[in-house]
Nanobody, 124 residues
Framework: QVQLVESGGGLVQAGGSLRLSCAAA????????LGWFRQAPGKEREFVAA????????DYADSVKGRFTISRDNVKNTVYLQMNNLKPEDTAVYYC?????????????????WGQGTQVTVSS
């Protein structure tokens, strides 16, 4: 069982930065692939980024590649999403999620546990 709690959302101007954090409770945190997804009003949830239990470079949606960076600290049981050069179209509720198998990183239905979400609003 893994419990996830996101933080770090807020209001920022276009071109600004935010860092989201997702703290996990659970003894097997370091075995999970961790992902970030987002959902804007009236739109479907979409994949943003994911990182496997071993770390590495991460996988990113084309829309955020080069601007967002996912990382994890298995000692602190936390995954981060550094978001730079934010755009108004990045406005959404951001969710972190944990997936034990890590087979299809971009598929939300594959993830076993979800946080409650944190709002990110980017003004133009």
């Amino acid at each position: 069982q893994v419990q996830l709690v996101e933080s770090g959302g807020g209001l920022v101007q276009a071109g600004g930065s935010l860092r989201l954090s997702c703290a996990a409770a659970g003894r097997t945190f370091n075995r999970y692939t961790l992902g970030w997804f987002r959902q804007a009003p009236g739109k479907e949830r979409e994949f943003v980024a994911a990182i496997r239990w071993s770390g590495g470079g991460g996988d990113y949606a084309d829309s955020v590649k080069g601007r967002f960076t996912i990382s994890r600290d298995n000692v602190k049981n936390t995954v981060y999403l550094q978001m730079n050069n934010l755009k108004p179209e990045d406005t959404a509720v951001y969710y972190c999620a944990a997936d034990l198998l890590g087979l299809r990183l971009r598929v939300g239905a594959e993830y076993d546990y979800w946080g409650q979400g944190t709002q990110v609003t980017v003004s133009s």
